[in-house]
Structure formats: structure tokens, C-alpha cells
């Protein structure tokens, strides 16, 4: 599956309005769509956009480059593969397996 044309007709905001998709690992890594909503769906902000297929989906925004890069990642470098509040939350879940 291909990314998909971008419209060519112009919006008055439009560059605000394209982003790619930068999670590695899903299928439309490197893709860029068309923003078609933003907002907060159970605690996680989402983006809408309407795929190669032209349905009306959503990602995380976090997977997208309309979040920008991690902080921890910048600083780290990496340097570092986890994150502190990433390794204490694992130790909380290994404890609760030996209880």
C-alpha cells in the first residue's frame, strides 16, 4: 500500500494541517495526510485523516510528527533506551506478579 496524493488545492492553513506519520512500525511510517481533526479521545490526543483508502481513521498524535519529538529522547540521545517512570512502572508490574 502506497501513501496516498496529497490534494493539491490550497487551504489557508495547510502546513499546519499536513503531518506524517513517524511511529517506525506502522504501516504508514513516513506517509503524510491531510489533518482532517485533532482532539482528546479517552485521555489520548488523536488525529484523524482519511487513508490510502480514503476512510476516515485515526492514530495517536504521539505517532505523528504533529507532536514533535520526545524531550527525553532529544536530551538522551540515545544514550538511553528507557526512560525512569518507565522502569519504576515495570518494576511496580513485576512486584504485583510476585504478590
Not at 490534494?7 to 504508514?28: G, M, Q, W, Y
Not at 479521545?41 to 505517532?63: K, M, T
Not at 532529544?74 to 538511553?80: D, E, H, L, N
Request: glycine residues 8%.
Amino acid at each position: 500500500m502506497g501513501c496516498p496524493k496529497l490534494s493539491t488545492t490550497l487551504h489557508c492553513d495547510v502546513a499546519d494541517r499536513i503531518f506524517k506519520v513517524t511511529h517506525p512500525f506502522h504501516p504508514l511510517y513516513g506517509c503524510a495526510f491531510e489533518l482532517v481533526i485533532y482532539r482528546n479521545n479517552w485521555g489520548e490526543d488523536r488525529v484523524y485523516f482519511h487513508n490510502p483508502n480514503g476512510r476516515l481513521v485515526s492514530i495517536p498524535a504521539q505517532w505523528t510528527s504533529i507532536a514533535g519529538e520526545d524531550p527525553f529522547v532529544i536530551v538522551a540521545a540515545g544514550r538511553s533506551c528507557f526512560r525512569v517512570e518507565d522502569l519504576v512502572r515495570l518494576h511496580q508490574l513485576l512486584e504485583g506478579l510476585k504478590s
